[in-house]
Structures are given as structure tokens and as C-alpha cells.
């Protein structure tokens, strides 16, 4: 769990692309189907497969088969993180 003034209060801006179903968040391309590892201010981290992105929402299916809904004001915001996994 990361604690207030930890790493999502000292990354500075944060740069979103939209490009049909894929979208560029801090430099790196996400499209359908790739595994995801969010790191959540709130929930903690957990890992995830990216589905689509709509109206400005990312759609993520968790290993546990629910699926959630990230806006991405959440990114701007530095309340959540999205990297690869490896």
C-alpha cells in the first residue's frame, strides 16, 4: 500500500494518447488483451487484463474475473498507475 506524499504524489504530469482502442499512459502503448499490473492509491495493486477504452474509460477484467472501470482523470489525477506486466 503506498502511503500520502509516496510515489503518486511526486510524478509530475502524467501524458494520455487515445488512438481508437489502444491508449499511450506515461509512454507506454496499452491495447486490448495486454496484462496490466494498476497500482491503485486507494485499493493497492493488483493485476488485470486491459479489455477496451470508451468514453475515457479504461475497461480492466481482474484475475478474479470482475472487470473495473478506470477514468483517465484517475492517471492525471496521480491516484493510479498502469504498467506492464512482466
Not at 506515461?26 to 496490466?36: A, E, F, R
Not at 494498476?38 to 484475475?63: C, H, P, S, W
Request: proline content about 5%; some cysteine; aromatic content about 10%.
Amino acid at each position: 500500500m503506498v502511503s500520502s506524499g509516496g510515489y503518486y504524489g511526486s510524478r509530475p504530469e502524467v501524458e494520455i494518447y487515445v488512438d481508437g482502442s489502444r491508449c499511450m499512459i506515461d509512454g507506454i502503448w496499452y491495447k486490448p488483451n495486454d496484462s496490466v499490473v494498476v497500482l491503485d492509491a486507494a485499493l493497492g495493486k493488483y493485476n488485470a487484463k486491459y479489455l477496451f477504452l470508451v468514453n475515457d474509460e479504461i475497461m480492466l477484467q481482474r484475475t478474479d474475473g470482475s472487470k473495473t472501470r478506470l477514468h483517465l482523470s484517475q492517471f492525471r489525477g496521480r491516484k493510479l498507475c498502469m504498467q506492464p506486466k512482466p
